[in-house]
């Protein structure tokens, strides 16, 4: 079947890891079956509004590429998509409800609520609302809230990732539809959203599974048809005892982003979080996700957020673009990474000190750390020098003399290049008998004082001949 799915978040602030994940499954899903994804702004809750927020969730999923078929921006046909504006739509349904004796308006004051749950609660027996309801509920009016009448009874139904679930009529209880400022809950407002919009898959944290016996009244009442209903698990915080939360150290997706993780990274890793296709595989296109995901594959129980992990699967990704695509492919998204002294060369040489780099890069911010020396002259620190594990058991003089030695071969190599700086390499290492790590960790280290860099010859070429021999000159004066 065609899976019109869609993804409903409330415009209350960052966009967090988790609803991420559940915009990602419910857009794979109807992708795959050639359907569609709605994407619905539930708003109706306007005290914790945040201004802003609708468009940030909408630039997220742009960056991910999980481009909804219907909503916001793009229209169709069950406009609007913003909850606060289907008002009227809402209040239409719970008037059916009241009509059919199946909801009633409640003129029950907050306070008098309150004291039947601190009766509940000194007796030590659960708060049920249906056991207050009045028994002549006035005709309704504007600012007066509209409850569900329930009739309790036991329940069954599937999840498609949890099973065969059964419920009794405990769980059960006249829950509000409409408020006093005439908003809709969210318990009511997503049954008739899913309803008018044909949704089939409904997709949705695990913490509403609770809720659902209450859903299947309101099914029931209103006489639609089920949904598959879909309880995703929660994914856990790194201990794996509890929820993440931001407190465990879990950014907002913009965040990641702006610290350097790529789309295709935060894609796959989260769509993996929780699920697997059976295989060995770790790194997945959009397009392999749309073609290998399943219900069925996914898993039960909570998923470890591994933030090593992300970063891990990030470097592969970046390795990746440059390998099939190009280095000129991933250049175009380090715009805002690079130093900011680096503004000050050419577009192709940062093209070249990326080609020699990438392999490196965990996030595209590491660029600011790890290639300053190819535009600044780093600072000459002969400790750095002599301080070397390599080089500690030589002497200043030793070492002076080694670097002269390296300048003389250095300025005799007529093409600059990286093989022909690879030949002089080598040929210095027979010349002067010592090991590899002692006459490169030198020559590395004199040129740019960093912990690590690319392969040697590949940095002295990008560097050129100018540079690389002031920068030896510039030690051999210091020692």
């Known amino acids: 079947m065609k899976a019109i799915t869609r993804f409903a978040p409330s415009p209350t602030g960052y966009i967090h890891i988790g609803n991420v994940r559940s915009a990602i499954y419910p857009y794979l899903l109807a992708k795959q079956t050639g359907g569609k994804m709605i994407l619905r702004i539930e708003d109706t809750d306007r005290e914790r509004y945040v201004e802003g927020a609708t468009e940030l969730i909408e630039d997220t999923l742009k960056w991910l590429g999980l481009d909804w078929d219907e909503g916001p921006i793009v229209g169709g046909p069950n406009e609007p998509y913003f909850q606060s504006e289907r008002k009227e739509l809402y209040l239409e349904w719970a008037k059916k409800l009241i009509a059919s004796g199946r909801a009633y308006a409640d003129p029950t004051p907050s306070e008098k609520i309150d004291e039947y749950r601190r009766e509940c609660s000194a007796a030590k027996k659960p708060f049920l609302y249906r056991d207050h309801r009045p028994e002549n509920p006035p005709e309704w009016e504007p600012g007066m809230p509209i409850r569900f009448l329930t009739v309790p009874k036991e329940y069954e139904w599937h999840d498609e990732v949890m099973g065969d679930m059964h419920t009794g009529p405990e769980v059960l ?125 996914i898993q039960n129980s909570g998923a470890r957020y591994d933030e090593t992990k992300l970063f891990w699967m990030n470097g592969q990704w970046i390795r990746r673009i440059c390998d099939t695509q190009g280095v000129r492919a991933l250049y175009d998204r380090t715009i805002g990474f690079w130093p900011e002294v680096a503004a000050n060369y050419p577009e192709d040489y940062r093209v070249k000190v990326l080609s020699i780099i990438y392999d490196r890069l965990k996030t595209l911010s590491d660029l600011r750390e790890m290639t300053t020396y190819f535009f600044v002259d780093p600072a000459v620190e002969i400790d750095a020098v002599v301080g070397n594990k390599f080089l500690k058991k030589m002497s200043e003089a030793e070492i002076e003399s080694l670097l002269k030695v390296v300048i003389r071969k250095l300025s005799d190599v007529q093409e600059w290049n990286a093989n022909k700086l690879q030949e002089a390499l080598n040929e210095l290492l027979a010349e002067t008998g010592k090991k590899p790590a002692e006459l490169f960790s030198l020559i590395r280290i004199a040129v740019t004082f960093a912990a690590f860099s690319p392969a040697l010859n590949l940095t002295l070429d990008v560097l050129g001949k100018d540079v690389t021999l002031a920068r030896l000159n510039a030690v051999a004066r210091a020692i």
Not at 187 to 195: E, K, M, P
Not at 221 to 226: I, K, T, Y
């Open 173 to 297: 209880d006249d829950i509000i539809l409409i408020k006093r400022d005439g908003y809709p809950t969210y318990n009511f407002a997503h049954i008739v959203d899913d309803a008018e919009m044909g949704v089939t898959h409904v997709m949705r944290g695990v913490e509403y599974l609770s809720s659902t016996p209450n859903y299947l009244a309101l099914y029931e009442a209103l006489g639609l048809e089920r949904p598959k209903l879909v309880s995703l698990p929660h994914i856990l915080a790194p201990s794996g005892n509890k929820k993440l939360g931001k407190r465990d150290g879990a950014k907002s997706v913009t965040e990641y982003r702006d610290d350097g993780v790529i789309a295709e990274a935060m894609l796959n890793y989260l769509a993996c979080l929780g699920w697997n296709d059976g295989t060995e595989q770790e790194l997945y296109t959009k397009e392999e996700l749309i073609e290998k995901f399943s219900l069925a594959r």
